[in-house]
Nanobody, 117 residues
Framework: QVQLVESGGGLVQPGGSLRLSCVAS????????MGWYRQGPGKQRELVAR???????SYEDSVKGRFTISRDSAKNTVYLQMNSLKPEDTAVYLC???????????WGQGTQVTVSS
């Protein structure tokens, strides 16, 4: 069983920054890709950013140029650096990992990000 533990959420003013962390209970290279999703109030869950096993990254259009996904394989951790935050970025952010073996999707418990003045 894989565990993903997120941290780093909180309350920030518009224009501020946060860095989210997702620690996996096994090597991040055992996953096809890892990513961050978010679900805002009354909205569907959407993919925000993804990093593949070989290090390729992709972003949802509204966060391009503001968010950066990265990883530290020695710490089995994936990060989401969020800059120039906007109120519409308010959501629960969830870490996702897609296992190479079986293609199963694992999810963290989520961390709340609130952007408000």
């Amino acid at each position: 069983q894989v565990q993903l533990v997120e941290s780093g959420g909180g309350l920030v003013q518009p224009g501020g920054s946060l860095r989210l962390s997702c620690v996996a209970s096994r090597s991040i290279f055992s996953f096809n890709h890892m990513g961050w999703y978010r679900q805002g109030p009354g909205k569907q869950r959407e993919l925000v950013a993804r990093i593949t096993r070989v290090g390729s990254t992709s972003y949802e259009d509204s966060v391009k140029g503001r968010f950066t996904i990265s990883r530290d394989s020695a710490k089995n951790t994936v990060y989401l650096q969020m800059n120039s935050l906007k109120p519409e970025d308010t959501a629960v952010y969830l870490c996702n990992a897609n296992a190479i073996s079986g293609g199963y999707d694992y999810w963290g418990q989520g961390t709340q990000v609130t952007v408000s003045s």
